[in-house]
């Protein structure tokens, strides 16, 4: 931010998502209101609560499972900062509700990739 600042770039340092606090990387996919949001709703469908310990939410376990937990913390991380872009370059704002919809259809879209079933259920908790 400092840098896109310091070339004179239209910007704010604010976060895009909350208004709340200064926009770092760590901030938008981890601490943003809008994130936490997020992270719970993801959480809540997944049955998986591991935003703040990626390293050791994954540790030890079984390759498929690990795999597929780290598809969901990348997944949710990604689509956290793209509902940012979508902010700040064209102006349109998602709620947490459309994100949780777009990793939970991404989700779908890896999983048919990888040739595995997508239950009826996939996409409500």
Known sequence: M??????????SPTCALCDQAPET???IVLYCSFA???WHR????????ARYR???SLAGLPKELRRSKAAILMYTAWNIWKAR????FDNLMATPAQVEEEIK???ALRKRALGERVEANFFHD
């Open 25 to 27: 990387a760590k901030h």
């Open 36 to 38: 936490r949001e997020v």
């Open 42 to 49: 993801i959480s809540l469908w997944s049955g998986s609560a």
């Open 2 to 11: 400092k840098v896109l600042m310091a070339r004179n770039w239209p910007c």
């Open 105 to 107: 259809r991404e989700i």
């Open 54 to 56: 990626w390293n050791t």
């Open 85 to 88: 872009n979508h902010q700040v």
